[in-house]
């Protein structure tokens, strides 16, 4: 089977607020982009886990997990963690070691200038993937140029009612070229990926489509808004449910924050959107069918994710005329980008 050839495109989604309100620089230093990750359970103190907490500055995730693998003499797969951060940020997050015999190792020694352990704990299980709370950010952006009056009335706006819930540029690799080269091995072409980099692919591929259909939704201004035959998912949950009609009740609970309408994060199951939603749906995943049959082929399973990121806790303030500092709080697996491109 031949995969369709078609636009992969993974940048530059569709904005409710089409015209950005201000130019800016993000990243200009590393320490600009700050992120610390938020466990969302007590470690137990006792258990054949070592649980770090690590701050890494301009390292991959999996860059921190082989030093530790290598430094315990063990292999990669007894390391856990909870998420992917980022490369050009400073980040805080935790990893797990299983260590069944335990063997006392100094943690210090593995420390460099581009790594530092914050905390070290112990807990009787791996640390899984999604299973932090939150993360919380703390962003500085330079070269500021905007009317402050039109930039913090869209802080205003974004602080009141969230953003899309887009899957950020990270999720596609760092030349954003996933999906292509998951195309690319779907059609049999170049080396047979390894298990993790197919994981990745499919990863990419899934968040793809989500990406297409929310940005559909945004266009018909259905993003924050449910509509006849959709899921919702609980605010801060992965708890979801399914109502035919978007009533009152449905209305007011979106409107309040509680309630989000769940995207597909497409697989196989039978839990499925009906009516308009399914209507909204199909009318973008038909253009990429093959992908998704190729989905199905490797047994994904089906997931939902909300359509709307409400963003807690946004504070902003003025270092200078030409430098502002943004602080918020998201939980597992929502991207600071989906607000940064709304300003």
Same mark, same amino acid.
């Given at each position: 089977m031949t995969y369709e050839k078609t636009d992969y495109t993974v940048t530059d989604w569709p904005r409710v607020n089409s015209q950005p309100a201000t130019a800016l620089k993000i990243r200009t230093y590393p320490a600009d982009f700050f992120v610390e990750e938020r466990l969302g359970f007590e470690l137990s103190g006792s258990g054949e886990h070592v649980f770090l907490s690590i701050e890494k500055t301009g390292q991959t995730t999996i860059d921190i997990a082989r030093q530790i693998a290598n430094f315990a003499g063990v292999e990669l797969r007894a390391i856990g963690y909870a998420g992917l /951060?980022?490369?050009?940020?400073?980040?805080r997050q935790w990893f797990s070691v299983w260590l069944p015999k335990h063997n006392k190792i100094d943690w210090n020694y593995l420390e460099t200038d581009t790594l530092t352990i914050i905390n070290i704990n112990k807990h009787s299980r791996k640390l899984k993937r999604g299973t932090n709370r939150s993360n919380?950010?703390? $962003? &500085?952006?330079?070269?500021?140029r905007a009317d402050k009056t039109?930039?913090?009335?869209?802080?205003?706006?974004?602080?009141?009612?969230?953003?899309?819930?887009?899957?950020?540029?990270?999720?596609?690799?760092?030349s954003g070229d996933n999906v292509e080269q998951a195309v690319a091995w779907l059609n049999g072409n170049g080396s047979k990926p390894g298990r993790f &980099? /197919?994981?990745?692919?499919?990863s990419s591929i899934r968040s793809f489509l989500f990406n297409k259909v929310l940005a559909h939704r945004v266009g018909l201004g259905y993003w924050n808004k449910g509509v006849d035959g959709d899921n919702y998912v609980f605010n801060g949950s992965h708890s979801c449910f399914q109502s035919d009609s978007y009533d009152i009740s449905l209305q007011e609970r979106v409107k309040s924050g509680e309630i989000h309408p769940a995207l597909m $994060?497409?697989?196989?199951?039978?839990?499925?959107?009906?009516?308009?939603a399914y209507e909204i749906e199909q009318s973008v995943l038909h253009h990429y069918r093959r992908l998704c049959d190729a989905m199905l082929d490797k047994k994904i399973k089906k997931d939902w994710r909300a359509s709307r990121l409400l963003v807690p806790n946004l504070i902003w303030?003025? $270092?200078?005329?030409?430098c502002l500092q943004l602080t918020f709080e998201l939980p597992s697996g929502a991207f600071a980008t989906s607000v940064l491109s709304e300003l």
């Open positions: /951060k980022d490369r050009h940020a400073v980040t919380c950010f703390q $962003l &500085m952006l330079r070269d500021v039109v930039l913090e009335d869209r802080l205003q706006w974004i602080a009141q009612h969230g953003v899309p819930n887009y899957f950020g540029p990270q999720r596609f690799g760092r &980099m /197919k994981g990745i692919y499919l $994060l497409f697989g196989s199951g039978t839990f499925n959107n009906t009516d308009v303030n003025w $270092l200078d005329d030409n």
